[in-house]
């Protein structure tokens, strides 16, 4: 376990749409739980242009955190998902030595947080729910229980527990999902018997059948997204978006805000039963505005850039939650808010071309915003405000315009060690109070 070298910037100016998001409290120095996820390089953006000191954790020494003027210290830290115990302990000993005043669980760490959470707290200040809470939330097959509980609309699902109650299922099509699992890695599409095999000898090798898979009408619809932060239950602001191009991974490579009061009146309720103290996201299929079908949910704040610049500063609300203000619920914001990610987009492109000359048209598109990309603006590398964060896309592009079916493993990335699975799961519920 080692620290990273100390990379001190200060902020410059920034472009009139960022400027709407100026920080509504004081600067705060903020520890990130991890930098390799998207929703972490666009956290890492708006603290910095709000004037934050901001660090980051991460395994990875070349995660997309770790390239930002923004990051003044990387601490590079055991993986959660290879190292449960090892990860909690470096972080703990990390607050103990550093002034820090917020922990920000920026992604999947907040399980293991959450069961440490007096630890964490005597340290700094941290906004989470339960273990309990963020245990039902977490877990595909218990939001879905959830979701019946409240009456609230879903596909038609059906939770099966061993691999011959799935390879009985007969309804096609469906989507099948482990309990467990980010970023679409344990999800699949299945159309008829041949693709259920597969999907079961996938789940089976990702010890999928320690829990319960969830089985899931496939609809064909639009995906939405939608992100909230709650105070002890109480929702104080909600944002939603819509998938207008599907990146690698499942992720959005352009999205644009919607408004969905029918969404935050579900949501009110969520967060109530839950008593949820933190941020909460939810997927849904969106036939109509009063058409709506939830299809997984996770407990953080997922990409909250097309939020801010939609005048919804989601990410200051959930800091001034953690420092224990309880502010007034936010209006809704602006819909019709476009923006994309250029990396999501390139991949998102090779995965589904394979063909050089489409991604060299993809990134003409990108340079000059034409096309999909017109009115758009770019969210995860915003290279006026912070110029390095565009290498992690200048590399990618190169590489795939040198090797197209490199896009897969470049991918797989943002897949590693700073995420949960079943095995660290399961470590993590055996700790009784502190981590073994």
């Known amino acids: 376990m080692r620290s990273g070298p100390c990379q001190e910037s200060s902020p410059g100016a920034a472009p009139s749409k960022l400027r709407r998001g100026r920080a509504k409290i004081s600067p705060l120095r903020i520890l990130l739980s991890e930098g390799s996820s998207t929703s972490a390089r666009e956290a890492i953006t708006i603290l910095g242009m709000q004037g934050h000191h901001v660090e980051v954790c991460d395994p990875d020494p070349r995660c997309l955190g770790r390239f930002s003027r923004f990051v003044r210290r990387f601490h590079r830290c055991p993986g959660l998902g290879v190292d449960p115990a090892g990860y909690v302990i470096f972080v703990l000993a990390l607050l103990a030595r550093r002034r820090l005043d917020v922990l920000l669980p920026i992604h999947e760490q907040g399980y293991a947080l959450s069961k440490i959470r007096e630890a964490v707290e005597n340290h700094v200040t941290v906004a989470l729910p339960s273990h309990a809470a963020y245990q039902e939330a977490h877990s595909k097959a218990s939001f879905s229980r959830l979701l019946s509980e409240l009456d609230l609309p879903?596909?038609?699902?059906?939770?099966?527990?061993?691999?011959?109650?799935?390879?009985?299922?007969?309804?096609?099509?469906?989507?099948?999902?482990?309990?467990?699992?980010?970023?679409?890695?344990?999800?699949?599409?299945?159309?008829?018997?041949?693709?259920?095999?597969?999907?079961?000898?996938?789940?089976?090798?990702?010890?999928?059948?320690?829990?319960?898979?969830?089985?899931?009408?496939?609809?064909?619809?639009?995906?939405?997204?939608?992100?909230?932060?709650?105070?002890?239950?109480?929702?104080?602001?909600?944002h939603a978006y819509r998938q207008i191009v599907r990146g690698a991974g499942g992720g959005d490579a352009v999205k644009e805000s919607v408004n969905r009061p029918l969404v935050r009146e579900?949501?009110?309720?969520?967060?109530?039963?839950?008593?949820?103290?933190?941020?909460?996201?939810?997927?849904?299929?969106?036939?109509?505005?009063?058409?709506?079908?939830?299809?997984?949910?996770?407990?953080?704040?997922?990409?909250?850039?097309?939020?801010?610049l939609a005048g919804h500063d989601l990410l200051s609300l959930l800091l001034q939650v953690t420092r224990g203000s309880s502010p007034e619920p936010l209006p809704p914001g602006r819909a019709g808010v476009r923006t994309h990610l250029a990396l999501q987009a390139l991949l998102g492109c090779a995965m589904r071309t394979r063909s050089r000359l489409e991604l060299l048209r993809e990134c003409r598109r990108l340079l000059t915003r034409t096309g999909i990309y017109r009115g758009s603006e770019e969210e995860l590398t915003p290279l006026?405000?912070?110029?390095?964060?565009?290498?992690?896309?200048?590399?990618?592009?190169?590489?795939?315009?040198?090797?197209?079916?490199?896009?897969?493993?470049?991918?797989?990335?943002?897949?590693?060690?700073?995420?949960?699975?079943?095995?660290?799961i399961r470590i993590i519920e055996g700790w009784n109070g502190q981590p073994a």
């Open 266 to 308: 579900h949501l009110t309720h969520i967060g109530k039963h839950l008593d949820w103290h933190s941020a909460l996201s939810v997927d849904y299929l969106a036939a109509g505005e009063d058409d709506v079908r939830y299809i997984d949910c996770n407990p953080r704040l997922v990409e909250p850039m097309n939020a801010l």
């Open 154 to 238: 879903q596909p038609r699902t059906q939770l099966v527990k061993t691999r011959e109650d799935v390879l009985a299922l007969e309804r096609f099509p469906l989507m099948l999902k482990a309990a467990t699992g980010t970023a679409s890695r344990t999800v699949w599409p299945v159309k008829g018997p041949r693709e259920l095999a597969a999907a079961v000898k996938e789940l089976a090798r990702g010890g999928a059948f320690t829990d319960v898979i969830v089985a899931q009408q496939l609809i064909e619809a639009p995906v939405e997204h939608a992100q909230a932060v709650f105070d002890r239950g109480r929702l104080l602001g909600m």
């Open 384 to 424: 006026r405000i912070d110029w390095p964060s565009v290498i992690p896309t200048l590399f990618a592009a190169a590489w795939l315009l040198i090797r197209p079916r490199a896009a897969e493993q470049l991918a797989s990335r943002g897949w590693g060690a700073h995420l949960l699975n079943p095995e660290s």
